[in-house]
């Protein structure tokens, strides 16, 4: 259409010339005139303002339609687990080995705050704590406020963060209603990793992302997608570079004013809190930790992965026929393992599973991340020698002990790239590594390739220049391995000549040494020390704990634990960083800490578990038997007492038998019939109401308790016919009430007043896990007014729009008490935090 207007133009400007007698000259000059002002007219017309104006509807479902048959065509790589083995004939989907990964709102250790999987974009809410389930979360948040969400999920490495990301990459290009619920409400999910180095900005990543989209839509594309519906996967904010990191802040800025937009972001804990003051204040923030897989899931998770394998051409175990192999006794050995605390992470329970398919016989009941790396490690290079003599039968001849030696020292220039790659925060080799790898290989005539087949994975990437394919480690995790095998194969060939420290700077070249950067190398270390440097002096084991200790590792039954209780270890942390004076303050790692018990001269222990399980306490009990226990906090047992008839606590029956427990947190069980007489704090929860009655008695004896606070899950079934009351207490008593109806009013309220105090009254009454009306609430108070209920503070559930305002009243001229609201994160932070903080403090611990 420019094209005819020009030339009627032109004709139009020949007539004139021809009426008019202008010269040629004169014609040249004034149709050069109308084709500059042509173009400018076409171009002022048809601009991106203009477009956006009057199309921008219409542009953005084109734009929307094209991306997602793009991202549907290149997404195989994303969202196959097992991409990096093209050539394998093994397609798995990712349901088929996805577990239910167990996330927690941030700030609290209560199990009743965990937050199911599927309803993880539910939790991107207006109120980072927001306390209602997960699935009515969506409905309260405010449509008039129009922010951009940015959600922070924390893990540990291999704790399952980009595996969830792929799982939600799947689900979305499936439709969006599968096991991840309110993906469908995002028109477009892009996903960005953090550790590729050749993107920086964000015209850069779209172009890459969506090549031909861009290539039609260019200037448009980000204007345009402001206004829709995106959801950016960005994994791994702890893997940023420098290129990757000015990706990350304009992503930031550009969609700092685009209410429909949600940011993802994946990372470990440590940058966090440094990432946080970069967020710009006009994002809505919330927190989810990943916690890991749930024990009571992991066994299913590993036999997923032993039946995805089952068809693998290699040699594996099959259950069903192998008669050498007790199936029922590994059933019941993994189920033993997976309670501990690093088989939460997703990685680990892989390497597990594929532990039980070449080599169940090995696997015992107790394994550390350390000794799991260990076996998938002599697992890679067994499997590479077996490989390399069935493809180079003429390798026979030089022995299977000679081929396992050379292989064994090609793999370990391999160490030295992992340790260069993860310093400089990389997953992928340079070429130069790679270099250095095959030379090492073409020395001892192994094929580098089937080297590097085994211990990297092939990973794809996108540049402006086409695909470009890179050899990478398979997890950050496992970099971090290499490079603690690294410096000890460093410190075997010089054991008396370099130290740990002067290693790492060694690999550091110029940059600083900062030593908590090197924390999960260090544990690492400690516990691989002894499998390869024997013995293993005295003064390497001074230097890991120090570096330990430095990065910031300061619960030493983690450590031990590390170190597979290496008595080593164990006499360097007694003697050189545990004072007598102070004692030990014990912290979950039962099996590491009753290892350090069982070497210790009689101290103060004070044992603080926030186990969600448990383990074997056999060895602590007796580990305890010679030391004073002052402090025991049992977290779990407090928030979620047994709903069912329970056996004795053979642990805490042990500890209610000590005379010298000042401070107590936990459950009343029913076989309990005494308390120390030595205790000045207890916080103790009954999952019964019927255990009411032993409890008081037992109360009636402890005349040095300076505070007491009971919390009854079954308050409506307490017996009427108690005539006891909880005693007295120098810093008050605090009764937290639960499970209470309309129907149990009028009894609630006489049971209050019948257990108050008999001089100071309450000093605090909580009211949870009602299902009270307004209506209720008011009968409820006007109860504890007629009955003479005494009390200092009262808290009750909800928010400022969620409570009647009559309650104030009925607080303030009735009961003559402070009235608090509280969410349910506060009930968590005021006594559970507080008291483990204090406690903290007070032991000087």
Known sequence: MGAKLRLALIDALKEAKERYNISEVELQRKTDEMIDGLFKVFNQVFGMEELLYYHQPTIMKELIKEAKV???????????????????????????????????????????????????????????????GANDILSVINPSISKPQLLLLVGEAGSGKSTLLTMITYEWLEGGQGYIKDLDKYSLVLRVQCRDGHLNSLTDFLNNALPKVYCRYKDLMQPIMKGCSILFLIDGIDEENTQSRKLVEEILNVYRDAANITLLFTSRPEPITHFRTTIPTQYEVSEINLLGIDKKDRKTFIFNYINAFKHIKDKTVDFSKDKTVDFSKLQQTIETICIQDHFKIALNLVFLAWQCIHDPSSVTASVSQTQLYFWAHKLNVQKLTERLLKKKPDLEDIGVMELTRRVEKCVEALYQSMLQALINNRVVFTQQELLQITSTCDTFNISSQEVLSVFFTMKTTRTPLGDEHQYSALHKAVQEYYGALHVVKQLKLKPETTTIKEEIISALGPRPFIVKDFQYIFLHLVGLLHHYISPVHIQLHEEVVQLLHKAGVDNWGKIVEAAECNTGVINVIIHQHISPDRGLCVENHVKGHAALLSYMKPTQVTLTFFLSYTPDLTPMIQALTHHNVTSVQLFNNYNSPQQTTQPPDLFQQALMARDELTRFMGEWHGWMNRLPLTLKILLISLAKGEQMRTLLSALQPLTQLEYLSVECMGLPNIPQDITTSFPDADKGVTFRLSGLGEEEIDRVCQLVAKLQPKAKGYYKLRILK????????????????????????LYVPGGPDTVDPRLKTLCREGLICQFRRFQHYQLIEMTVTKLHQTATTKDSC
């Open 70 to 132: 793009h991202i549907a065509e290149t997404a195989s790589v994303i969202i196959d687990p097992l991409h990096f083995l093209p050539d394998s004939g093994i397609k798995i989907k990712v349901p088929d080995i996805f577990s239910k990964i167990q996330v927690s709102q941030k700030d609290t250790r209560d199990t009743n705050d965990k937050v199911k999987v599927p309803d993880i974009f539910s939790k991107i809410q207006v109120s980072e704590k927001d306390t209602r």
């Open 770 to 793: 009602t299902k009270l009306s307004k209506e209720g609430w008011v009968r409820l108070l006007e109860g504890f007014v007629r009955l003479g209920v005494k009390v200092i503070r």
